[in-house]
């Protein structure tokens, strides 16, 4: 269906490009989580979730 859009010559040139932007992609998100507050996004892993409870006494 795409390919009657796009034509297969550029399907082909975008199929090639699929491996680079999946590691431009994982780069960008390790870099993101680098960059920012850790426990922003641990909060939405279950097992470290448990570890970073606040006890309200």
């Known amino acids: 269906m ?4 796009i034509g297969p010559k550029y399907l082909a ?5 699929i491996p680079t932007m999946a590691v431009w992609g994982t ?7 680098h960059f920012t507050d850790w ?3 641990l909060d939405y892993v ?12």
Not at 2 to 5: G, S, Y
Not at 13 to 17: D, E, P, R, V
Not at 52 to 57: G, L, V
């Open 27 to 33: 780069a960008g998100g390790v870099a993101l989580v």
């Open 2 to 5: 795409i390919a009657k859009v």
């Open 39 to 41: 426990r922003l996004f």
């Open 46 to 57: 279950p097992y470290i979730n448990g570890k970073f409870k606040k006890d309200d006494q």
């Open 13 to 17: 040139i975008a199929k090639s490009w």
